[in-house]
């Protein structure tokens, strides 16, 4: 069974890490090489809940460590906590065999050193040999996650095809209208939002979509991006006659802004949207101000349950995937991963040879399989769910409202095991149902980013001034500031102030990583 238990953060805190730099392998691997088979899988993952789980009585790792003849050690560390826990261990070559890194562990300094100095084994020469674990993360998620040509870890997966826009079912028909297909037929849907009353209330008090840009990194769910993709602008990057382009420097992504600003300007989108906050966009539209917010469309339970507390009548829907008449539809692709699953070759707690990281791949290639994925899912009958005419319901924890199995494994199964970015479920309702064939349909229609898994220095060092640059002069144009030429004028600025440098350097990058592989 597992050796520790950590109960509590104070634990946590408190743990501590007997070093062995750069020594022989000893401890577990000693007990291993004197005939002891057991693999043990020795793990260090952020906690994002109050308490990690009681690990020496937890029904759902005891089952897996039964049937899967392994032994499971789990290190949880305060998500606050994390990245500095990980360089520290980095520094003195005591991390565990297995580690989580999120997205701020990935791009620290001593991280990318590390990896740069073969401090983590790489995966490249061995996923052919583990068809479950590769064909389970999917080729394309596999070649985002790359840094400089090779793969570092196993990505926690995300949905690729998760952008859109969550829209007000109830509306479109109290209005007697049909889901929007077009941007033609969008734009009379947001115009009808705001000028026919939608909630029949007899006041003027609504509007067709809200929006926020606060930041450069907004417009990946604030609508920007959603409707320049459809409208066939690059997503973010595209290396496009021997270069790389960015998306604002085409003529798509200008089309997109005068689509957008004739929408302001007939105030069927919020005038402040270059002043509210994150927060203030998702409250007008969970106080039913208007009939459609651009989102990650899985948010669309939180915008439901929230709407629903102040119109309990309402009925939310994700949107379907706009399109030019005639044509077929483009969706932003996410990089489908946030963070890898590593696996350490530093110190003594490492996995110290090849052997023993094939043993441990094909542990995680038979999590892949439908049966190990249905116990991730589901966990232990009687204990994780019951089965009620012929479905399997989950079994809540009466003190905190969550799913018991989420409270064995602290929500916290994606950070270290293969785990889709969403499960069918048995019980889910008709709203869920809707969203995942959305999903499952934009995935069909994916358009990727050339730029991830490339660096440039200089946008490293000016990415701040560039970003903030370009996104003045989307703001400006929107709002009737600067018309099309100004607009370009922008983009000359943005080069002249280093964007041609960025483009130089991706370039060279996506030259030297990416063509030879295509």
């Known amino acids: 069974m597992r050796k520790t238990t950590k109960k509590g953060l104070a634990a946590l805190l408190a743990l501590t890490v007997v070093l062995c730099g750069g020594c022989a392998s000893k401890g577990q691997n000693a007990k291993e090489a004197e005939g002891d088979s057991t693999v043990r899988l020795t793990i260090m993952q952020e906690l994002f809940s109050d308490q990690a789980p009681d690990m020496e009585n937890n029904a759902w790792y005891n089952a897996l460590e039964e049937k899967m003849g392994i032994e499971i050690e789990i290190n949880y560390v305060p998500t606050l906590s994390y990245e500095e826990k990980v360089t520290t261990l980095i520094a003195s070559k005591g991390l565990p065999k297995i580690f989580s890194a999120n997205g701020n562990v990935l791009m620290n300094n001593n991280m990318i050193q590390a990896m740069d100095g073969g401090g983590f084994w790489t995966l490249d020469d061995y996923l052919k040999d583990y068809p479950n674990l590769y064909n389970f993360i999917g080729e394309q998620t596999w070649e985002n996650c790359k840094r400089n040509g090779k793969i570092y870890g196993i990505p926690k997966t995300r949905i690729l095809g998760r952008c859109g826009y969550v829209i007000r079912q ?46 450069p990194y907004n417009r990946e769910w604030n609508g920007l991006e959603f409707l320049a993709v459809a409208m066939g602008a690059p997503n973010e990057w595209k290396y496009e006659n021997g270069e790389m382009v960015p998306d604002f420097a085409t003529d798509q992504w200008l089309t997109m802004l005068t689509y957008i600003k004739d929408m302001y300007d007939g105030d069927y989108l919020n005038k402040d949207f270059a002043e509210i906050t994150a927060n203030d966009r998702t409250s007008a539209f969970d106080q039913g101000k208007c009939g459609v917010i651009f989102c990650t469309t899985d948010d669309i339970s939180t915008r439901s349950a929230n709407l629903t507390q102040v119109v309990p009548e309402a009925v939310c829907k994700v949107g379907s995937a706009l399109h030019f008449e005639g044509e077929e539809p483009k969706c932003v692709s996410t990089k489908g991963f946030n963070g890898l699953v590593m696996f350490n070759r530093f110190g003594d707690g490492a996995i110290q040879t090849e052997e023993e990281l094939k043993e441990i791949l094909g542990i995680y290639d038979s999590l892949c399989t439908q049966e190990y994925q249905d116990f991730m899912a589901y966990g232990v009958e009687g204990v994780h769910y019951e089965v009620q005419d012929e479905k399997r319901v989950m079994i809540m924890d009466k003190r905190t409202g969550k799913t018991q199995l989420s409270m064995d494994t602290a929500d916290g199964l994606n950070q270290s095991f293969p785990y889709p970015p969403y499960f069918r479920k048995d019980d889910d309702s008709q709203m869920l149902t809707d969203l995942y064939d959305s999903i499952e349909y934009r995935n069909q229609h994916l358009v990727t980013n050339d730029s991830i898994g490339l660096q440039s220095d200089t946008y490293d060092e000016l990415s701040s001034e560039l970003d903030n640059m370009m996104m003045d002069a989307d703001v400006k144009y929107i709002m009737g500031s600067i018309d099309a030429d100004g607009y370009r004028k922008c983009v000359d600025q943005w080069r002249e102030r280093g964007g041609a440098d960025v483009i130089k350097e991706y370039t060279e990058q996506y030259a030297e990583y990416k063509l030879d592989e295509q």
């Open 170 to 215: 109830d509306w479109l028909d109290n209005l007697g209208l049909d889901m929007p297909e077009t941007f033609e037929e969008f734009k009379e849907v947001m115009r009808a939002f705001t000028e026919d009353d939608p909630d029949g209330n007899g006041a003027d008090d609504t509007y067709g979509f809200v929006s926020s840009y606060q930041g």
